[in-house]
C-alpha cells in the first residue's frame, strides 16, 4: 500500500476530534498522514462545542497511548451522574438503573481542551498538520491513488497523492460531495423542537444539572472552568432575537425551580432544531467518512465526540492492517463495524431524548406521551419517599 509513490499514505480533512484522533492514532503506528483544517489554529483551539466523553472513549486514547489528551472531571459516563430536576424537585437516579454499570470511567472535557491537547501531541510526534487549507476538493477517489487538492496560507494551490482519504470535516463539510448522488443515502429524524443554545461566562457548579419541567427541558453544563453551556427546549420557530439574556436566566430559573447563581454574560446563542442524522455508506472507493461527516447524534446523549474517536479508532486499526499486512478486511468493513455502532447509539439517544423531552412540555406531543414518559422516567428514579426519607 505505502509502495506507490505517494506523497502520504492517507489525507485527513478537517482537524477536529475525528481527524486529530485518527491522525494522532496514525503517526503512532508509524504511518504517515497529512491532516488538512480549514480555520486557524487560534480558531480551532477556541470552538467550544460539546464536552463529555465516554468511558469507551476514555479507554480507546488510553490504549493509543494517548489518554494525557483527556483533562477533565470524571463522571460515569451518562445521565446517572448529574442530577435530575423534576418541576424544581431534586430526584437522583436509581443506584445501577441507567446508564449502565456503575463507574467512573467517563469525563467532562471542553471540546477545546481535547483538540488542543491532540494538537499538541500530533506535532510533538511528528505529525503533519496544515491549518487554512482553502478550497478542499477530492478526486480520483474511487482509483488506488486519490489526489486531493487544496490552496495553502499563502494562496498556492497544491495537491496530494495518497492511499486512502479520510473524512472528517463535520456534518457542513466538503468530503461527503465527493461521494457520487445514486450511493450515498441520508436518513433523519426530526424530533419537531429545538433548543436554544447559550454559552455563558459563568462556571457550572455542579458541572451539569438536567430538568424536566412542564415549561420545557432546560440544562447547564460545564464547558471549562468559567463557562457553561444553557441549554432551553423551545419551538422550531423561535428566533434569537426573542430570547434576550434576561429572559434566558428567568426562564432557567422558571424551569429549575429556583435562583440559578451566578448569573454572567452571556457570550452566544442560536436555536438548534434537534435531529438524528446518519449517512450510509461512510465508504466509497478510497473515501471513508468519520465523526460528524457521517453521522449527527442527538445532543441529549453528549456523544458526539465519544462517536468521533470510536470512528477514529476502527478506522485507524482497518489502515494499519492494510499498511503493515496488507490485508483489506477491516477496511474493507470500515463502513459497516461503525454503522452497527452508530445505529446502537443513535437507538439510545432517541430514546433517552423523547424521555427527557416528552416528560416536560405536553404541548409537542400530548399529555398521554407526557404520562407515559413520566412513569418512564419514575421508574428509572429513586422513590420519592425514599428521596425524602434521606434529605
Not at 486529530?20 to 503506528?29: D, Y
Not at 472552568?225 to 423561535?238: A, V
Request: net charge negative.
Amino acid at each position: 500500500m505505502t509502495q506507490t509513490g505517494n506523497d502520504t499514505t492517507v489525507v485527513i480533512v478537517g482537524g477536529g476530534v475525528a481527524g486529530l484522533a485518527l491522525g494522532t492514532f496514525l503517526v503512532r503506528k508509524g504511518i504517515d498522514c497529512v491532516v488538512l483544517e480549514k480555520n486557524s489554529r487560534e480558531y480551532v483551539e477556541q470552538r467550544q462545542r460539546a464536552g463529555s466523553l465516554d468511558a469507551v472513549g476514555v479507554s480507546v486514547l488510553n490504549e493509543w497511548g494517548v489518554g494525557e489528551a483527556v483533562q477533565g472531571d470524571r463522571h460515569d459516563g451518562s445521565t446517572a451522574g448529574m442530577p435530575l430536576l423534576i418541576d424544581g424537585e431534586l430526584r437522583q437516579w436509581r443506584r445501577g438503573g441507567h446508564g449502565g454499570e456503575e463507574g467512573t470511567g467517563g469525563v467532562f472535557c471542553p471540546q477545546q481542551i481535547l483538540v488542543r491537547n491532540l494538537i499538541r501531541i500530533f506535532l510533538r510526534d511528528g505529525g503533519d498538520l496544515r491549518f487554512e487549507a482553502a478550497d478542499v476538493s477530492l478526486h480520483d477517489i474511487e482509483t488506488d491513488r486519490p489526489l486531493v487538492r487544496y490552496r495553502d496560507v499563502q494562496g498556492t494551490t497544491r495537491t496530494l497523492r495518497c492511499d486512502v482519504v479520510a473524512g472528517g470535516d463535520g456534518y457542513q463539510g466538503v468530503s461527503r460531495t465527493a461521494f457520487p448522488d445514486d450511493v450515498l443515502t441520508c436518513r433523519t429524524h426530526e424530533f419537531g423542537y429545538a433548543w436554544l443554545s447559550v454559552m455563558a461566562a459563568v462556571p457550572a457548579d455542579p458541572l451539569s444539572v438536567l430538568a424536566v419541567h412542564s415549561r420545557g427541558f432546560a440544562a447547564k453544563i460545564t464547558r471549562g472552568p468559567d463557562r457553561s453551556r444553557i441549554y432551553l427546549q423551545c419551538p422550531l420557530t423561535d428566533t434569537v432575537g426573542q430570547w434576550p439574556d434576561e429572559r434566558i436566566w428567568s426562564e432557567l430559573e422558571a424551569r429549575f425551580g429556583g435562583p440559578v447563581e451566578p448569573r454572567g454574560r452571556i457570550l452566544s446563542k442560536q436555536v438548534v432544531p434537534l435531529r438524528g442524522v446518519v449517512f450510509s455508506p461512510m465508504s466509497h472507493g478510497r473515501l471513508h467518512l468519520l465523526g460528524d461527516a457521517a453521522h449527527l447524534i442527538p445532543p441529549m446523549s453528549a456523544e458526539g465526540m465519544s462517536l468521533a474517536v470510536h470512528d477514529a479508532d476502527v478506522l485507524a486499526r482497518a489502515i494499519v492492517r492494510q499498511v503493515e499486512k496488507q490485508d483489506s478486511t477491516l477496511l474493507d468493513g470500515y463502513s459497516d463495524t461503525c454503522l452497527h455502532h452508530t445505529w446502537e447509539r443513535q437507538a439510545a439517544a432517541v430514546a433517552l431524548t423523547d424521555l427527557m423531552h416528552d416528560s416536560g412540555d405536553a404541548s409537542y406531543t400530548g399529555e398521554f406521551r407526557r404520562q407515559i414518559a413520566r412513569k418512564n422516567l419514575e421508574a428509572m428514579l429513586e422513590p420519592l419517599e425514599a428521596h425524602h426519607e434521606n434529605a
